[in-house]
């Protein structure tokens, strides 16, 4: 059976012989277009005008040979891939432009640009309504048309209705328009010479060329045209509803067609708006009857979203519930065939961004990759196919209530029924939710202080952290029903202690763990409590297997914060998909807020013990260190105490090495018993020194090289100090005599686990009676560089000398 309501047309083919089935070329184009039929199997079932068709005549003898035929063959405008693909597209119920079940493809002609090939594919339905094949058609556009102001009788027309507030064209017996008024103009986008010269079939919605090309057969049979209604599509895509009135006349024994259309689509769209708005009130009335009910709320707005989705005929949303401190909460959500979307959603997320919590409108999301979506949602989606989400306001006055989130498959487009339902919905559903809202919140109250009082007086009374923590876990698995909790305390270094405890609140060996800034980032980054539906939203930190080893259920997460500062972090898991709502998550953050206090106490107790601890360290430190460093003063005064020099040099010697202990001492830090100096910087700071002691060297340039490397302990630190700052000493006091000028070189050479100071001059060199057993002489400068050496260091003083210098080395 073949339903015959469907545009007629001829089709682009590669055999010359196909066009002729449309018949004589005496025939006008409009009223004997060729249609052709095929199965699911794209077999051609049946070919013929549209006109025979419907007087039950059959088709010729040429269409009778196409019978069977593949129609990817017959087609010749595009490749054979693109027809089968479109094909494919129609018989899977694919929309194409403007919502079409019908593909539309304006193809130029070779050689000619004034014309045009349209050609229209599309389904087949049998009389039960089900498609059970495809049609083709195509049509011819462009070709030469006679302007009306070429004779008078059109000239005197076109004038008279140039200015009419209606549109008003004329199309020839081909259905190609002739002349339009300037009424299009009206339009944004249109003008005149955009309608001359086209087909029909090529400026109404692909889905009425059929009405369209079975209308104009009749006006060119003489029937007039009355009230045809139409969509129109404008340049921007908008489509708009026309209805036109016309007829045949006759134009110097030429006929044409005069069409009169009018733009409906206003009074239209008002009638469908009232109509939607009076069904959309009484589907608002039974929801707000369903939230007066004694239910608890997350139940109460399960059962609203329900019949919100359930009315709107959409699969999958959630609700938003504006509680304390103006935070939004995930409290309902449905996925597809109404099935819980994902019991994960429901906590997530925890908190929303503050635009969400004081927008003024819906917002549509018409692209769920948008960058501004939450990265879960956006996976969730692309599961399931959603590609754009709808966000709705619901308000109880001027305050925002609830966030209605509405989630849409395959882009479908909401009709303006489920528009209205949506605009009414703002205003009513508020104030019913905020009545539900109070009725529920207050018996949760009542529970949450008592666990308050009872929470306080248990820990407040604990100074150490271990008992505080398990004290808390404990009370919490009273409340809640988790699997796992961790709580985690971060310290100053960047570092964090984690306390494991398992179901009832039994602790755990706990763990310490190096964060990186990454997860320092994680952690530190939250400004409220988080809820993560599953093991794979959640940040690396929270999936460490020493912090989190559950694999399915959901789980919460608090910050600890004291004196606006964020130094830890509450943790629970609970291996069941619905573990945790509202109640859950105000009586963590209750817990967090009474443990933040408690824990940071013990945490300030334990850090002023420690504190204290090493406060004594370090004054046993600088008690060792002053010991030291007088023994060695000591030492120096008794060496120098020999009678062999005057007085002023010993006490000049003396002052020269006690400042070089100063300069060691000034790069100490009190700080970190354990730190280091940096040999390079000490060096340079004695050498300078020694040169600035000695007066009078405006002459003497000195160096210092390497050592940047070699980090020694104060004591090492000393002992080389005094050895350079001797040996300095020495060199501008001999080395340079009788000389305008002379240069000090000391140079640090690290070789592995060792290291080589040495010291060296360009000066005159040492006296060619100068012996090695002089170093054994404790008063002289030399015999105390060796003592050091020796004693210090666990090292030797070797030195070299010529006619370009002195070189001292010490290696330790």
């Known amino acids: 059976?073949?339903?015959?309501?469907?545009?007629?047309?001829?089709?682009?083919?590669?055999?010359?012989?196909?066009?002729?089935?449309?018949?004589?070329?005496?025939?006008?184009?409009?009223?004997?277009?060729?249609?052709?039929?095929t199965d699911t199997n794209l077999r051609v079932t049946l070919t013929g005008t549209h006109s025979a068709l419907r007087a039950g005549q059959p088709p010729n003898t040429t269409g009778k040979n196409l019978i069977g035929s593949y129609l990817p063959d017959l087609i010749s405008a595009l490749p054979r891939e693109e027809i089968l693909r479109?094909?494919?597209?129609?018989?899977?119920?694919?929309?194409?432009?403007?919502?079409?079940?019908?593909?539309?493809?304006?193809?130029?002609?070779?050689?000619?640009?004034?014309?045009?090939?349209?050609?229209?594919?599309?389904?087949?339905?049998?009389?039960?309504?089900?498609?059970?094949?495809?049609?083709?058609?195509?049509?011819?556009?462009?070709?030469?048309?006679?302007?009306?102001?070429?004779?008078?009788?059109?000239?005197?027309?076109?004038?008279?209705?140039?200015?009419?507030?209606?549109?008003?064209?004329?199309?020839?017996?081909?259905?190609?328009?002739?002349?339009?008024?300037?009424?299009?103009?009206?339009?944004?986008?249109?003008?005149?010479?955009?309608?001359?010269?086209?087909?029909?079939?090529?400026l109404v919605h692909p889905d009425d060329i059929e009405s369209a090309s079975e209308n104009i057969t009749k006006t060119l049979a003489g029937i007039p045209l009355n009230d045809y209604s139409f969509r129109f599509i404008l340049p921007n895509g908008l489509a708009l509803r026309m209805v036109a009135n016309g007829q045949l006349i006759d134009i110097d024994g030429h006929g044409a067609i005069v069409l009169i259309i009018r733009d409906v689509t206003e009074s239209i769209e008002l009638n469908q708006k009232l109509v939607a708005r009076n069904r959309a009130l009484s589907a608002l009335n039974q929801i707000v009857v369903a939230l007066s009910g004694s239910l608890p709320i997350d139940d109460a707005l399960q059962t609203v979203l329900e019949h919100i989705l359930s009315e709107l005929d959409l699969k999958a949303g959630t609700i938003l519930l504006r509680e304390y401190e103006s935070k939004m909460k995930i409290r309902a959500s449905v996925g597809f065939d109404g099935e819980k979307l994902y019991a994960e959603w429901r906590q997530l997320p925890v908190t929303i961004s503050e635009q969400c919590a004081e927008m003024g409108e819906m917002i549509i999301v018409s692209d769920i990759n948008d960058e501004s979506v939450n990265p879960l949602i956006r996976e969730k989606c692309k599961e399931f196919g959603i590609e754009a989400v709808i966000a709705l306001p619901l308000r109880c006055g001027e305050n925002l209530t609830a966030v209605l989130s509405l989630s849409v498959p395959r882009m479908a487009h909401l009709t303006l029924e489920q528009m209205e339902f949506l605009s009414l919905a703002t205003g009513m559903l508020g104030p019913?939710?905020?009545?539900?809202?109070?009725?529920?919140?207050?018996?949760?109250?009542?529970?949450?202080?008592?666990?308050?009082?009872?929470?306080?007086?248990?820990?407040?009374?604990?100074?150490?952290?271990?008992?505080?923590?398990?004290?808390?876990?404990?009370?919490?698995?009273?409340?809640?029903?988790?699997?796992?909790?961790?709580?985690?305390?971060?310290?100053?270094?960047?570092?964090?202690?984690?306390?494991?405890?398992?179901?009832?609140?039994?602790?755990?060996?706990g763990n310490h763990v190096a964060l990186d800034a990454e997860q320092l980032g994680h952690i530190t980054g939250m400004s409220g409590a988080v809820i993560v539906p599953d093991t794979h939203s959640i940040s690396k930190f929270h999936r460490t297997p020493d912090l989190f080893v559950a694999e399915s259920g959901c789980g919460a997460v608090v910050p600890l914060v004291s004196k606006e500062r964020m130094f830890g972090l509450l943790k629970v898991w609970s291996l069941s998909s619905e573990g945790f709502g509202s109640r859950e998550t105000a009586i963590l953050e209750t817990a967090a807020e009474h443990l933040s206090i408690a824990a940071y106490n013990a945490m300030l107790y334990e850090a002023e013990r420690a504190k204290s601890m090493e406060l004594h360290a370090l004054t046993k430190e600088a008690q060792h260190r002053?010991?030291?460093?007088?023994?060695?003063?000591?030492?120096?005064?008794?060496?120098?105490?020999?009678?062999?020099?005057?007085?002023?040099?010993?006490?000049?010697?003396?002052l020269r090495q006690v400042q070089a202990i100063a300069t060691v001492h000034e790069l100490l830090s009190l700080d970190d018993i354990s730190a280091k100096i940096q040999l390079g910087e000490c060096l340079t700071r004695i050498a300078q020194s020694a040169l600035t002691a000695m007066g009078n060297c405006e002459h003497i340039e000195i160096e210092?090289?390497?050592?940047?490397?070699?980090?020694?302990?104060?004591?090492?630190?000393?002992?080389?100090?005094?050895?350079?700052?001797?040996?300095?000493?020495?060199?501008?006091e001999h080395a340079f005599i009788g000389r305008e000028k002379g240069k000090i070189e000391v140079k640090v050479i690290e070789e592995g686990k060792y290291c080589v100071v040495e010291v060296i001059d360009d000066g005159a060199g040492l006296l060619p009676d100068f012996t090695a057993p002089g170093f054994a002489c404790s008063s002289s400068g030399l015999g105390l560089v060796s003592a050091l050496a020796e004693y210090g260091l666990g090292g030797k003083l070797e030195i070299e000398s010529g006619d370009k210098g002195t070189r001292a080395k010490v290696s330790f």
Do not use: W
Request: aromatic share 6%; proline share 3%.
């Open 1 to 37: 059976m073949i339903n015959y309501n469907q545009t007629n047309s001829r089709v682009i083919v590669r055999a010359p012989k196909l066009l002729t089935i449309s018949g004589g070329e005496d025939m006008p184009d409009a009223s004997r277009p060729t249609l052709i039929f």
């Open 86 to 202: 479109i094909c494919e597209d129609i018989l899977a119920g694919k929309r194409f432009e403007y919502g079409a079940s019908f593909y539309r493809k304006i193809i130029p002609a070779s050689g000619c640009a004034h014309k045009r090939t349209v050609l229209i594919l599309g389904p087949h339905h049998n009389p039960y309504g089900d498609v059970d094949g495809i049609q083709c058609m195509e049509f011819k556009s462009g070709t030469a048309f006679r302007k009306p102001g070429n004779h008078q009788p059109e000239q005197i027309y076109a004038c008279l209705v140039e200015n009419a507030s209606d549109i008003i064209c004329m199309a020839d017996t081909n259905g190609i328009i002739t002349f339009i008024n300037h009424r299009v103009r009206h339009y944004e986008g249109l003008k005149v010479e955009d309608f001359l010269g086209k087909h029909f079939s090529e």
């Open 704 to 732: 210092v090289n390497g050592g940047s490397g070699c980090m020694l302990t104060a004591d090492t630190a000393t002992a080389v100090g005094m050895i350079v700052n001797e040996l300095v000493s020495n060199a501008v």
């Open 432 to 509: 019913a939710i905020v009545n539900a809202q109070l009725n529920s919140d207050l018996a949760d109250r009542v529970n949450q202080l008592a666990m308050m009082e009872r929470l306080a007086k248990s820990i407040n009374s604990e100074r150490d952290v271990h008992a505080v923590l398990d004290t808390c876990m404990k009370e919490i698995a009273g409340l809640i029903n988790y699997d796992m909790g961790v709580v985690v305390l971060l310290n100053q270094s960047g570092e964090a202690d984690a306390f494991m405890f398992t179901k009832g609140g039994k602790s755990l060996p």
């Open 626 to 654: 002053i010991k030291n460093n007088l023994q060695m003063i000591a030492g120096l005064l008794t060496m120098a105490d020999d009678g062999a020099q005057p007085a002023k040099n010993v006490v000049e010697r003396c």
